[in-house]
């Protein structure tokens, strides 16, 4: 997504390119993609938004995925010669420049004695997951299927049998929809998978071949795309394709790639990383994707124009790593799952099996606790909309259903109350999810006060029901005090102009008076070296006539809620008086904000103004 956002001018040469192109698509002749016409035609699942929607309905309401990385590098766990791999375990081919004829030979450790397809599905399903997603092949090219494109696949391992149909057949059985990943650009065993120059090159298997000699065509056409036509075309019905990687792909490739797919699967969901593109402003023939996946267990805040998903590790490789005990508890799984339903995203979690086909414990662990909750509180996350308060939340986060607003706590307030802001609607009741118990209320104006005495606190998250009778939900968009008098202006609800660097927010004074002002922001980049770009920048604030200089400093850090390697920083900035009541207007100005992992600007999480005691 990052990638998408970052390239503006490209994003603009990308719709003009994708979209003159639409008309000829169809009338590809060569052999690969003649078939397609009439597949695409009769069958192109893009023809109406009323389609689109319709094919995505099953995904965009399962909210909760397993991603499976298994491949040679799990035999290795992260090690290799007595050290361990600096970055992330499935990379270490390329990171601890692991000759090929040596990587080679992992196949024989490939031994997958424990591996049990139904036990997999077992453990997503009583995690509460709806859909698997297992590495088909990952950059280094090994494959976990019957390839007759390729030896280098797991029938020639002691192993011996296709995981990606047992897979896909207990998934079948068990009612779990079933994905395969496939990285389709990169490929450490093909001497022409060629990325690109500069930070591109390092994706290419630089060690075994010379990248000045490589044909990437001839990699597409001897590997990637047989093996996708494999892929899709063995295993009955594929309900997601998850490309990885894709960027360094021009747009002709793309398409190919999306002909072949569509062509084979008319009903499959195909993930953002195919390529380098453009969020489409439109939903219709010419979608190259159908949603977007976010960067690596980054979740902004922001609810995107389309379905999204955001993939996360259970501790910080994706593949097994046998010294990285770290887990992700049961409480950050569970807080990335609703905050991204609360967006309407869908989290896709990963667990990385060993060799052996063991699932780490600890991980299923979690999973487990999380799958005992979801059990009990699925009615708040299954089937749901996200929240339609443009702003966040203190305490927690928020999904919808018609009729009804569910409020997950996971932050239990001192007051031993939870309010609502803005709502507009007339409340019939408020409920506890679990067990429907009916909670003491009161609604005045715009403020829904919930009081929870007496409520049992689940330590992972409590959901309440605000229900009620209307055929619409109204919310007053402006942003106003809460019964504290704090007043909370999110990023999320910020005017935002990037030439000018300038965020700008409108919101109600109620109470006069003497208001401290602080900025809370995340840190972002690599997950190794998480940065924090407060210090980076330099501005001020104007306020009720006052101009503050802010030079933002790191006066309190705190684990973030769904951000598993960032933390949360908290900076005082000063303090500012709003003489009487009114609508006041709050800039923060010379700072570039963005919320996404890899760019430079700053992470603006917040500012929060708060009453002077
Ligand atoms: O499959 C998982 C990752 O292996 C894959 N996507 C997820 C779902 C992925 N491939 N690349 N990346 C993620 C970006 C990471 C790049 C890095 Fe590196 C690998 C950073 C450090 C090692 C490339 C090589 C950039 C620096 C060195």
Redesign the pocket.
């Known amino acids: 997504m990052r990638k998408i956002k970052n390239n503006l001018i490209l994003h603009f040469c990308l719709i003009v390119l994708v979209s003159s192109c639409s008309i000829t698509r169809n009338k590809k002749t060569n052999e690969n993609t003649s078939s397609v016409e009439i597949n695409l035609k009769n069958a192109i699942p893009v023809n109406s938004k009323e389609a689109y929607l319709k094919r995505m309905q099953w995904w965009q309401d399962a909210k909760y995925g397993m991603?499976i990385?298994w491949g040679l590098y799990s035999s290795l766990g992260g090690e290799y010669k007595g050290e361990m791999t600096p970055?992330?375990a499935?990379?270490i081919q390329?990171?601890m420049k692991i000759p090929l004829v040596e990587y080679k030979r992992l196949m024989k450790d490939f031994t997958a004695e424990k591996f049990n397809a139904d036990e997999w599905v077992s453990i997503a399903k009583a995690a509460g997951m709806k859909y698997i997603v297992l590495?088909s092949k990952?950059?280094e090219g090994f494959a976990l299927f019957d390839s007759k494109v390729s030896d280098y696949n797991v029938m020639n391992t002691p192993y011996g049998k296709d995981v990606v149909k047992e897979l896909k057949e207990a998934c079948a059985k068990q009612g779990m929809r079933f994905g395969l990943?496939y990285?389709h650009l990169?490929d450490w065993e093909h001497p022409h998978a060629y990325t690109g120059e500069g930070?591109m090159k390092?994706?290419i298997n630089t060690l075994d071949f010379n990248a000045d000699e490589m044909d990437r065509s001839i990699y597409l056409k001897e590997k990637s795309f047989p093996q996708l036509r494999e892929i899709l075309t063995n295993y009955g019905k594929i309900d997601l394709i998850?490309y990885?990687?894709g960027a360094g792909l021009n747009v002709d490739e793309i398409e190919e790639f999306v002909d072949i797919t569509r062509e084979l699967q008319p009903e499959i969901i195909i993930s953002s990383?195919i390529g380098l593109l453009p969020v489409p402003k439109t939903i219709d023939n010419n979608m190259l994707f159908d949603y977007i996946?976010t960067s690596?267990n980054y979740f902004t805040g922001d609810d995107l124009s389309m379905p999204w998903e955001m993939?996360g590790t259970t501790n910080s490789s994706?593949?097994y790593r046998k010294d990285d005990h770290e887990w992700r508890g049961a409480k950050l799984i569970l807080s990335s799952l609703i905050a991204s339903a609360s967006r309407n995203g869908n989290y896709l979690l990963?667990v990385g099996p060993m060799a052996n086909g063991e699932i780490p414990s600890e991980p299923i662990k979690n999973l487990k606790i999380v799958g005992n909750w979801l059990h009990k509180n699925g009615e708040a996350i299954y089937d749901t909309k996200g929240s339609s308060f443009p702003w966040n939340y203190n305490w927690g986060y928020i999904t919808e259903k018609p009729q009804n607003i569910y409020l997950h706590i996971l932050n239990w307030p001192n007051t031993n109350t939870i309010e609502l802001n803005g709502l507009l609607t007339n409340i019939d009741h408020v409920s506890l999810l679990e067990k429907g118990t009916k909670l003491k209320h009161v609604q005045k104006g715009r403020f829904l006060t919930i009081d929870l005495t007496g409520v049992n606190k689940d330590d992972l998250a409590t959901v309440l029901v605000v229900h009620y009778k209307d055929s619409l939900l109204q919310i007053d968009p402006t942003i106003s005090q809460s019964l504290n008098n704090t007043i909370r202006l999110d990023r999320v609800s910020s005017i935002y102009n990037k030439e000018e660097a300038l965020s700008t927010w409108k919101f109600k004074v109620e109470t006069p008076g003497n208001y401290k002002i602080q900025v809370i922001s995340n840190e972002k980049g690599?997950h190794?070296n998480p940065e924090w770009r407060g210090s980076q920048q330099i501005g001020h604030i104007e306020v009720a006539g006052k101009t503050i200089p802010l030079e933002l400093k790191r006066d309190e850090e705190k684990v973030n809620p769904t951000l598993f390697f960032y933390k949360e920083i908290r900076s005082n900035v000063g303090e500012i008086k709003f003489p009487k009541k009114g609508v006041y207007e709050l800039k923060l100005n010379g700072f570039e904000i963005n919320a996404e992992k890899h760019t430079k600007e700053f992470g603006l999480n917040r500012i929060e103004l708060i009453p002077v005691k």
């Open positions: 991603f990385h970055r992330i499935e990379w390329n990171t590495t990952h950059h990943y990285s990169m930070k390092r994706r998850w990885d990687m990383r996946t690596d993939p994706w593949g990963n690599k190794e």
